[in-house]
Antibody
């Protein structure tokens, strides 16, 4: 069974840093591209970032470019999102999402990040 | 970025109704379109990819159609467990973009 379990969310002050993690199991992690997708409270889905299976290609939404960094460790079956200089508008549930032909076929349950002073 | 526009944003329906949700892309995306269902407090769930291919395990009352810029999601006979919010998403190019969502409520 495919499982994606996010962790690392919580309350963070604007301008601080936070690192989200996603532990993958139930599939060969190194064979799949991965994404982070977020959802602000009461709002729709917003794609955040993409990383290819061997980390050769990464993409970011304009809203986070230069502040967030996606990475992965295939030996640890883990995906990460380093959030630097978060803003109030980055408050959201962050989902780890497996990509298959670029669409998302499995989602984690999400981790809530609240950016507030 | 490709803009995805869903309509309606919400509506009420009864169990057994046939319902259709539309999604329009701001430029042609061939058939690179997926549909997701999200229930309150849960992660989204993939229903359909490649515009019309049903994901394994998804009931056959769900169907998708369209190509280019105009797409539809149809539920042939609405069941109680189908009351949720539905999102379309294009994966023709990055940045991936989602429609604003359609909330299906109980009449």
């Amino acid at each position: 069974e495919v499982q994606l379990v996010e962790s690392g969310g919580g309350l963070v002050q604007p301008g601080a840093s936070l690192r989200l993690s996603c532990a993958a199991s139930g599939f060969t992690f190194s064979n799949y591209d991965m994404n982070w997708v977020r959802q602000a409270p009461g709002k729709g889905l917003e794609w955040v970032s993409y990383i290819s299976s061997i980390s050769s290609t990464v993409y970011y939404a304009d809203s986070v470019k230069g502040r967030f960094t996606i990475s992965r460790d295939n030996a640890k079956n883990s995906l990460y999102l380093q959030m630097n200089s978060p803003r109030v508008e980055d408050t959201a549930v962050y989902y780890c999402a497996r990509a298959w032909s670029s669409y998302v076929d499995y989602w984690g349950q999400g981790t809530l990040v609240t950016v507030s002073s | 970025a490709i803009r995805m526009t869903q309509s309606p944003s919400s509506f009420s329906a009864s169990t057994g109704d046939r319902v259709t949700i539309t999604c329009r892309a701001s430029q042609g995306i061939s058939s690179y379109l997926a549909w997701y269902q999200q229930k309150p407090g849960q992660a989204p769930k993939l229903l359909i990819y490649a515009a019309s291919t049903l994901q394994s395990g998804v009931p056959s009352r769900f169907s998708g159609s369209g190509s280019g810029t105009d797409f539809t999601l149809t539920i042939s006979s609405l069941q109680s467990e189908d009351f949720a919010t539905y999102y379309c998403q294009q994966y023709y190019s990055y940045p991936l973009t989602f429609g604003g969502g359609t909330k299906v409520e109980i009449k």
